[in-house]
C-alpha cells in the first residue's frame, strides 16, 4: 500500500463538488484524511475563487491507475477537457505525493507536483501530513510552510457541509 497526498479545487459549486468528491474517495479507499477546506483566488486567469483541500489515502493502485480512477472521478464531475488549461472547473484532483516517488509520466502525471509552490496546495497538504517530507527537497511539509512568505497568497478557511 502506498500513502498518497491528492489536492483537490473547484471554483463551480466547490460545496457540492468537493463534498460529493471526498464521499467517493471514502467508498473507494476506505478511512481517509481531509484537511480544511480553503478559498484563495484563481491563479493563471480571472475568475471566481477556488476552494481547495487535501486528502491523505492509503492505495494499491499504480499512480497510473490512480491518476485514471482520479481522472474518472474528475469526469463524473462534469469536469471539461475541451477547454483551456487555466478555466474553472468544476472538480480538480492531482496526484501530489505517492509515498517517496518522483515520476513524470504520461498524461500530465507529475509527481510531487510543481502546484506545491502555491499555499492552496501546500498548506492543506501540511495540515493533515506535518511531518511528511518531500522527496527531493527532504524538508518537511511544517517546515516548507513555515517558509511560504506571509501573505503571499492569502486563504481563508471555507466550510463544506458534512
Known sequence: MARVYLSLGSNLEPQRHLSAAIGELRERFGAIAVSPAYRSRSVGFDSADFVNLAVGLDTELSPEALN???????????????VPRYSDRTLDVDIVFYDALVLDGPGHL??????LQHAFVL????????????????L????????FPAGHEPLQVESLPD
Not at 110 to 115: D, F, L, T
Not at 140 to 147: I, K, R
Open 123 to 138: 498548506r492543506p497538504i501540511a495540515d493533515i501530513a506535518p511531518a511528511f517530507r518531500h522527496p527531493v527537497s527532504g
Open 140 to 147: 518537511s511539509m511544517a517546515e516548507l510552510w513555515a517558509a
Open 110 to 115: 507529475q509527481i510531487p507536483r510543481k502546484e
Open 68 to 82: 485514471d480512477w482520479l481522472h474518472a472521478l474528475e469526469d463524473r464531475h462534469g469536469r471539461r477537457r475541451d
